[in-house]
């Protein structure tokens, strides 16, 4: 499967964005699904995770409540709705794909978009 993400931006704090990730080649609904983000100099780490039917979601502490994931199959889409943005939300955001049950292990996920850039300002 092929994952393209977008829709990442500068956004000032407080403000909002929605992230999609496109999934092509094959349907996403044979995945779970994950975000990701990366600042610089710092490791990738989980964001948001979400089962292959949508019913299943979990988030890192530092964006419950905040962000939402979710997913449209018959869109072969899944999102990241961002609200409360912070400063320490910049990153660039990475949407993956993994064929076995959701994970926070950025390292058990197979398939991987090429990132978005999501920068907030202060």
């Known amino acids: 499967v092929q994952l393209q993400a977008f829709g990442g931006g500068l956004v000032q704090a407080g403000g909002s964005l929605r992230l999609s990730c496109a999934a092509s080649g094959r349907t996403v609904r044979d995945y779970a699904m994950g975000w990701f983000r990366q600042a610089p100099g710092k490791e990738r780490e989980f964001v948001a995770g979400i089962n292959w039917s949508g019913r299943t979601t979990f988030y890192a502490d530092s964006v419950k409540g905040r962000f939402t994931i979710s997913r449209d199959n018959a869109k072969n889409t899944v999102y990241l709705q961002m609200n409360s943005l912070k400063p320490e939300d910049t990153a660039v955001y990475y949407c993956?794909?993994?064929?076995?049950?959701?994970?926070?292990?950025?390292?058990?996920?197979?398939?991987w978009g090429q990132g978005t850039q999501v920068t907030v300002s202060s």
């Open positions: 993956a794909a993994r064929s076995m049950g959701m994970s926070p292990r950025h390292q058990s996920y197979g398939y």
